[in-house]
């Protein structure tokens, strides 16, 4: 597995997600309520290689990171 860190801004609700190229959700990493603060979750996705965007929506906002996968 791989380590996945993120930090929320406001307590509440969290939900972290790997997306593909097209939209598709392919990974939920962490979905619950949260404090604010920093986290650090271990998926164990096996996914294929390439190009994914790592998406965190707490409260209104919403985050975007890109993520590259090479086996």
Do not use: K, P
């Not at 997600?17 to 949260?34: E, F, H, K, N, P």
């Not at 271990?42 to 929506?57: C, D, H, K």
């Amino acid at each position: 597995g791989s380590a996945v860190n993120f930090t929320v801004a406001e307590a509440g609700n969290a939900d972290l997600s790997l997306v593909d190229l097209t939209g598709r959700r392919v990974a939920t990493l962490y979905s619950g309520t949260v404090e604010s603060g920093e986290y650090s979750v271990n998926y164990q996705e096996e996914l294929a290689s390439g190009t994914y965007f790592m998406v965190l929506r707490n409260g209104n906002s919403m985050e975007t990171q890109r993520v590259s996968i090479v086996r």
